[in-house]
């Protein structure tokens, strides 16, 4: 047991835990903005997929990290935007055409994969430069700290950005008002002159870019190669962070390091040889979901129209 | 018309309207096909004619087909009950691990006559995948979390669970990771002797006639609807919605540990890992298509079951990959779910522009 | 004072559909500066559709509105609001979960998206609410706050528009005498200042009191328009209600004396929490008798829901005790509170009284689908006695449906209403909870619901009707109480109060206040 309390296998476990949750963080951030506005984006983990996917391509051809990125981004958007139309436009059940989306996303990507790479024993790589850490100048060289939170990946650098900036938005702008209102009473947001509509669509669009971006890590960034259901119900884990969370992004920023580091733990541990059966390990971050859904589900305060549609002219009732 | 009463579950479009819907969906998910088939530079409809020669080539890939759709179907009429209840199972995989495992354990351990080893195993994966799925259901009917997230993160523990379970305590000499066979005694007999689809397709279609009995006839049929339709008024109504709303996954997930008996006892003879090739989701897609109707379901998996026999055999002549039955399950799926509120959209602007004196007559 | 110059705003020839049924019927509004018109009528005489067009939240099938005399389309909210139309809704259009400071701040979102400054806002709220006189409390979260502080903030978010027309739809329902006074001196305020105000309502008090000029509406059409110092009380209810009589149907002498004393309803000392806490029961008791009509009066969200849904076992009773003929009900649950003979039609006709998309033997039968009397083998339904029970309430009850296999969404109010009661009563119950059992209802319909309701009696069941409609509950109890915020009067005779006394009772007063 003494290798787990070295001071050299803690730093390394804290280092990889906050290099794990970057991708539950982004998408659960994202995801707060969706459910923010009222809408339960089941579809998460099918907009990472499509951001996995995307940026890989990308990646693979251009070499670019940016053009991946972007691609990333993009692709989770446009699989936003088709699950917010389904939502908003054809007002379908949130949940059914999420999980639908989900299948959808990932047979497209599987089919375009083989499409593209076929069947090849050696998988092809992303090959883009952006894998490596980025140590910040003076910060990293604190000791501990500084090792675990400042030689990061930076997209664990713009992970604390958006954080940074979702609070002030929620907090302090008209348009965090308005996606907190459209979430909490539609109609009342709309007669305070809110567009419901558009309102939903961009928080829905904002939510797609983060779940892309997440997906982007994974497969172009931590990986450097694109598997079938790559994200491996990440989605799932980012949706319960949102409800631990409490639907604020600096507790779903701490619930995501926590998760990432439970996950690297176990890693570890496999690594270190200890003799704990590794798929009782791997069970750890869905055991965890679970236990905090428990423990957290009683006492948390939705947004009040959370999964609902809203239906201007369905408000008579005579 | 007396029988037909109770037929109507909900204030669904005419017939007519259904069928046009489907055919719409259908119609969409090939032009979607031909349009990822022209892309990869192969002829639809060749690639049609392969898929549908190559599903039905011989008798054994007609009974692959049977085979195939077993475990779906048995999973899908589980959905459709907990669907009742306003619930989600979208566990099925994990409840289908946890009902194949123990009905392993029962058919290596138990040694019994034939019937008593098969009785025993299927009480015990009944228990096993009702207790997987009756969790997530009783923890949305106390504490209100979504019994979609629950079920996806017990699928996971169950797989692992059962990676566990056939890498270590339970694995059979040799290395690889599965149990031993269970007794060839206590094996389904199958239909036709080398073929994989086995006896368990009959009690398939006797539980399908069950659940539309159950659903369309009795008085707890009629309970669990009443609290899909409205948990407040069937409050209102006497009717013990929390304890129901359980229930109704309870079986869900019974009915998927049932489906993981069938298959070790009728398929595999033994649990390995990846048994279950998301069977659950699958189930959902096919259930919601099925508007949740226990000849629906039968219908939909047969359909998609040929469409994957169909795809693999062409996979050998043709480059398309399999996934391509994803990718046109969920196209259907989702047209289906999104047609009736577009004509619905389409139909009330057109209604908006009569004058209100003929507006009154439609 | 019609002098077209000043003409503010005009609607002309608005007429708006549902389901075929016009809700408002060719109507024509004008409204001057610095003017307060009321909008009087009943219940779905289609005052607020008509606002609701105004304010955009439904589109008019017909007709055209102009402001200061040019023709505009309002399709949102949003285009009413920069058209200079404020609206304080009979619903509060307010975030409950936002403070009160935040729902002004996105009331004046608009189309900006940037920062708030908060400074500025907390300014201009202050000097607002200081010049029209508003009390505001700004850091509360609003479902906290009690109804009139609600009605404030609701009423400074429609001035913060920069609105020259305030419509204010039933501002007074929910509110306590001196909250009213309040409001009143608040609106004069505002005329004062040049704002136009549409006040709808459907007393007459209080049209009398605070309007300009009366616009009288009855079934959706424009019956009258007259100058308020021109008319009178009298005038004015024979002009709204279009009829002599309201109430036909009166109870008949009693048929139980007090010899009878049986009591079939008990409850003593109850104590009941609302949802998120709005409205507690506080130490309520009342006793009903065999054969006794007990009728609660009181103003909408005074704690009726919460005592009905504590009497059906369908809300916790955290204190006290419930007798039903001697027997504790305390906490059962619905279904052994309803086999012990308690019926209810609950207030919700269409979603909780009935499932629109179920036949009318499926809505018979989800509220007796435990009893043994339509089970057979292997708990199958029996559809045949079922349908025999149909057909015999239908009968019995005149339900008028086109064909058995009717979706029971698909019927009128009232009929949906006499399903309800016909299941109800036909379950031969001890005692009968019926809460706004006739709102919205047309005349016949009532007055059939009224002849069963006494007819109920006379078999000897006990019947406790809640309503708002203080006529129907002077015209059937045998006694009454008022409730208002969660506590209830003492029980008195109809006839033992003046209409001025219970409506004080009801305004909050204590009993002492009305002697």
Not at chain 1, 52 to 79: D, K, N, T
Not at chain 2, 72 to 82: F, Y
Not at chain 2, 233 to 238: E, K, L, V
Not at chain 3, 108 to 113: F, L, M, P, T, Y
Request: charged share 15%.
């Amino acid at each position: 047991m003494s290798v787990l309390l070295t001071r050299d296998f803690l730093v390394s476990l804290f280092a990889a835990g906050v290099r794990m949750s970057i991708p539950i963080m982004l998408p659960a951030l994202g995801e707060i903005y969706a459910e923010r506005s009222g809408i339960l984006n089941i579809n998460l983990e099918g907009q990472m997929l499509m951001g996995a996917f995307a940026s890989f391509i990308v990646g693979h051809y251009s070499g670019s990290v940016v053009l991946a990125l972007l691609a990333g981004a993009l692709a989770g958007m446009l699989q936003a935007l088709l699950m917010a139309t389904a939502c908003i436009q054809w007002k379908t059940q949130h949940v059914v055409i999420g999980i639908v989306l989900n299948m959808f996303a990932l047979g497209f990507t599987s089919f375009w994969y083989r499409v593209v790479f076929g069947v090849t024993i050696a998988p092809p790589m992303a090959n883009v430069s952006g894998g490596v850490s980025t140590p910040v100048p003076l910060l990293s060289n604190i000791p501990v700290l500084g090792e675990i939170l400042f030689s990061q990946h930076f997209l664990f650098y713009i992970a604390i950005a958006l954080v940074i900036v979702s609070r002030f938005v929620f907090n302090r702008t008209f348009f965090g008002l308005k996606i907190r209102s459209a979430g909490e009473y539609p109609l009342a947001a709309e007669t305070m002159g809110v567009n419901i509509c558009r309102t939903r669509y961009l928080s829905m669009m904002i939510c797609g870019v983060l779940a892309g971006l997440g997906g982007t890590f994974l497969s172009v960034l931590s990986l450097n190669r694109f598997v079938d259901n790559i994200t491996a119900s990440r989605g799932f884990i980012a949706l319960a962070i949102v409800i631990f969370g409490r639907w604020k992004p600096l507790p779903v920023f701490f619930s995501s390091l926590l998760f990432g580091t439970m996950d690297a733990f176990q890693l570890r541990l496999q690594s270190v040889g200890l003799n704990v059966p590794y798929h009782l390990l791997l069970m750890l971050p869905y055991l965890l979901t679970v236990l905090v859904m428990i423990m957290t589900s009683k006492n948390s305060k939705s947004p009040a129209a959370l999964g609902t549609n809203y239906n201007r002219e369905a408000m008579t009732d005579t | 018309m007396k029988q037909f009463l109770f037929k109507k579950r909900e204030n669904r479009p005419s017939f007519l309207d259904s069928v046009a819907n489907t055919c719409l969906a259908i119609a969409m998910a090939i032009i979607v096909s031909i349009i990822f088939i022209l892309s990869l530079g192969e002829n639809p409809i060749s690639v049609f004619e392969f898929i549908i020669r190559g599903a039905f080539r011989n008798t054994s890939s007609v009974l692959e087909i049977l085979a195939k759709s077993t475990p779906i179907i048995i999973i899908g009429l589980g959905v459709s009950i907990a669907a009742a209840t306003g619930m989600t199972n979208l566990g099925g995989d994990g409840q289908f691990y946890m009902g194949a495992i123990s009905a392993a354990i029962i058919g290596i351990y138990l040694e019994a006559p034939v019937w008593i080893v098969w009785i025993a195993a299927i009480c015990v994966s009944i228990l096993a995948g009702g207790i997987w799925g009756g969790f997530a259901g009783f923890l949305r009917a106390t504490i209100d979390t979504s019994e979609v997230i629950i079920a996806i993160m017990m699928n996971y523990i169950a797989l692992f669970l059962i990676g566990f379970l056939v890498s270590n305590p339970l694995q059979a000499p040799g290395g690889i990771p599965q149990t031993r066979a269970i007794p060839q005694i206590v094996q389904l007999p199958k239909l036709i002797a080398g073929s994989r689809a086995h006896w368990g397709i009959v009690f398939v279609a006797l539980l399908a006639l069950f659940v539309w009995f159950v659903m369309n006839r009795t008085v707890f049929g009629f309970q669990l609807l009443t609290i899909g339709k409205s948990a407040k008024a069937a409050q209102y109504g006497g009717i013990a919605v929390k304890k129901l709303s359980v229930t109704s996954m309870f079986i869900a997930g019974g009915f998927a540990g049932f489906a993981g008996m069938i298959e070790v006892f009728g398929t595999y003879y033994r649990v390995l890992e990846g048994i279950s090739s998301s069977f659950g989701f699958t189930a959902v897609m096919i259930a919601i298509l099925a508007r949740y109707r226990p000849l629906g379901i039968i219908v939909g998996s047969l359909l998609i079951s040929t469409l994957t026999v169909g795809v693999n055999s062409m996979q050998i002549a043709v480059n398309v990959p399999t996934s391509i039955v994803t990718v046109i399950q969920s196209v259907v799926v989702f047209s289906i779910l999104v047609m009736p509120k577009i004509r619905a959209n389409f139909q009330h602007a057109q209604r908006k522009r009569l004058p209100p004196d003929e507006r009154e007559e439609s | 004072m019609l002098n077209p110059a000043n003409t503010i705003l005009e609607m002309k020839g608005i007429s708006k559909f549902f389901d075929g049924k016009p809700a408002n019927d060719q109507i024509d509004l004008k409204v001057n500066e610095g003017e307060i018109v009321a909008l009087l009528g009943e219940n779905g005489a289609g005052k607020s559709t008509l606002m609701n067009i105004l304010f955009g939240l439904y589109q008019a099938d017909h007709g055209e509105i102009s402001i200061d005399g040019k023709v505009v389309s309002i399709n949102s909210p949003l285009d009413a609001i920069a058209l200079g139309i404020g609206m304080v809704h009979q619903h509060f259009m307010l975030i409950p979960a936002f403070d009160a400071y935040e729902n002004i701040a996105l009331s004046i979102s608009g189309k900006r998206n940037g920062l708030v400054n908060h400074q500025v806002i907390r300014e201009q709220i202050k000097k607002h609410s200081i010049q029209y006189n508003l009390s505001i409390v700004l850091d509360t979260i609003v479902q906290d706050l009690p109804v009139g502080l609600q009605q404030q903030v609701e009423i400074l978010k429609a001035l913060f528009g920069e609105c020259r027309i305030l419509v204010l739809d039933e501002p007074t329902g929910v509110l306590n005498e001196q909250e009213k006074i309040k409001l009143f001196s608040s609106l004069k305020e505002l005329k004062a200042a040049g704002l136009s105000i549409i006040f709808i309502s459907h007393k007459l008090d209080e049209v009398l009191d605070i309007s300009d000029r009366v616009v009288i509406l009855r079934k959706g059409k424009v019956v009258d328009s007259v100058t308020t110092n021109r008319t009178n009380k009298e005038d004015l209810a024979c002009r709204m209600v279009g009829r002599d009589v309201v109430f036909s149907v009166k109870k008949g002498p009693r048929l139980f004396d007090n010899k009878m004393k049986d009591r079939v309803l008990e409850i003593k000392n109850i104590e009941v929490h609302g949802k998120r806490n709005t409205q507690t029961i506080k130490d309520l008791s009342l006793t009903i008798h065999r054969g006794e009509l007990f009728g609660i009066a009181g103003v909408d969200g005074n704690g009726q829901s919460e005592l009905v849904e504590a009497l059906a076992g369908l809300r916790h009773v955290t204190k006290g005790k419930i007798f039903l003929n001697g027997n504790e009900i305390t906490n059962r649950s619905s279904r052994s509170i309803k086999q012990m003979g308690l019926a209810f039609v609950p207030e919700d006709r269409r979603s909780m009284g009935t499932i629109a998309s179920y036949s009318l033997d499926q809505n018979i039968f989800f509220r007796n689908s435990d009893s043994k009397t339509f089970r057979k083998h292997f708990g199958q339904i029996d559809k045949k006695k079922l349908h025999m029970l149909g057909d015999r309430l239908i009968k019995d009850y005149d339900i008028r449906i086109p064909h058995r296999d009717m979706l029971v969404g698909q019927l009128s109010g009232g009929n949906i209403q006499k399903v309800i009661l016909a299941r109800e009563i036909s379950s031969d119950p001890v005692v009968l909870v019926a809460m706004h059992p006739t709102r919205g209802l047309d005349v016949g319909a009532i007055e059939f619901i009224h002849t069963r309701l006494l007819e109920l009696l006379s078999s000897g069941a006990g019947i406790l009707l809640i309503s708002t409609e203080l006529d129907e509950i002077i015209s059937l109890s045998d006694q009454m109480a008022v409730i208002s915020n969660g506590k209830l009067s003492r029980p008195f005779r109809p006839d033992e109060l003046s209409l001025s006394q219970i409506g004080l009772l009801m305004g909050g007063s204590d009993e002492e206040a009305c002697r």
